[in-house]
C-alpha cells in the first residue's frame, strides 16, 4: 500500500491563479480531510469528507473548494490563489466514519509546500 | 469542543523518560484524548488515544486523571529521533471530522 499520496510536493503561483493538490488513498477509507499549517503553527482543518458524494467545511474553508467524487481521491482546488494561502497542506485518511467507531488514527500524506506570490 | 493546552518547549535527556502533559479541563465524558507528534516537516504520525482508562503501546503511555482534566504522554525511554512536536487532542463534538490539532509541544531531545 502507498498509503496517502499527495502531488505536487511543491508549487509556485502567482497571485489569482488556479490550481488542485492532489491526495490519493489506497486504504479503502471512508474519511478524508485536508489541513493547512503555517510556519510555526499547528495545523488548521480546512474541508474534509465523510464518505463519496459528502465534503463539509472546517475551520479555514474559504477560498477553497472540495469534492469527491471517488473513495480513493479528495481534490482541493484554489480558484484564485492569494499570498495568505502560502503554506503546506496534508491530507489526511481514516478508516471509520464518525458513529460508526473509530480509532481515530488519521494517516497523514507528506505534505504539498504551495508558495504565492 | 473541548480545547487543550499545552507546553510550547520541553527538553529531555536522551535516554531519560519524556512526560509530556496536556490540560483539557473544558473535555466532556465522551470524548477521546489523542496524541500526534510531527516530526520535522513530515505529516503528523498518530500516537495513542484514551478515554478513561492509562493506555500503554509500542511506542508511549498515556496516563489520564481520574477528573480527565488532564493526561501525560510518556515516552519511556527517548531517543533522539523523538524529537518532534507532539499534540495533544480532544476529539470534538460530532466524531473526529472536527480533530482540531494546536500548537502542541515541541520536545527537544539531548544526547
Known amino acids: 500500500n502507498a498509503g496517502v499520496t499527495q502531488t505536487p510536493k511543491f508549487q509556485v503561483l502567482k497571485t489569482g491563479q488556479s490550481m488542485t493538490l492532489q491526495c490519493a488513498q489506497d486504504m479503502n477509507h471512508e474519511y478524508m480531510s485536508w489541513y493547512r499549517q503555517d510556519p510555526g503553527m499547528g495545523l488548521r482543518l480546512i474541508h474534509y469528507?465523510?464518505?463519496?458524494?459528502?465534503?463539509d467545511q472546517g475551520e479555514v474553508p474559504n477560498g477553497y473548494n472540495v469534492s469527491r467524487s471517488t473513495t480513493e481521491d479528495f481534490p482541493l482546488r484554489l480558484l484564485s490563489a492569494a499570498p495568505s494561502q502560502t503554506s503546506v497542506y496534508f491530507c489526511a485518511s481514516s478508516l471509520y466514519s464518525p458513529g460508526q467507531g473509530d480509532t481515530g488514527e488519521l494517516f497523514f500524506g507528506e505534505g504539498s509546500r504551495l508558495t504565492v506570490l | 469542543d473541548a480545547k487543550t493546552t499545552q507546553p510550547p518547549s520541553m527538553d529531555c535527556a536522551e535516554g531519560r523518560a519524556a512526560n509530556l502533559p496536556c490540560n483539557h479541563s473544558t473535555i466532556s465524558g465522551n470524548e477521546y484524548v489523542y496524541w500526534y507528534r510531527q516530526i520535522h516537516s513530515q505529516g503528523p504520525q498518530y500516537i495513542i488515544h484514551g478515554l478513561k482508562n492509562n493506555e500503554t503501546n509500542e511506542m508511549a503511555s498515556l496516563i489520564i486523571t481520574e477528573d480527565r482534566k488532564s493526561s501525560t504522554l510518556i515516552l519511556p525511554h527517548a531517543t533522539l529521533r523523538d524529537t518532534a512536536v507532539y499534540y495533544c487532542?480532544?476529539?470534538?463534538?460530532?466524531?473526529?471530522?472536527?480533530?482540531?490539532f494546536g500548537a502542541g509541544t515541541r520536545l527537544a531531545v539531548h544526547p
Open positions: 487532542i480532544v476529539r470534538g463534538a460530532g466524531g473526529y471530522n472536527k480533530l482540531i
Open positions: 469528507s465523510v464518505g463519496a458524494g459528502i465534503t
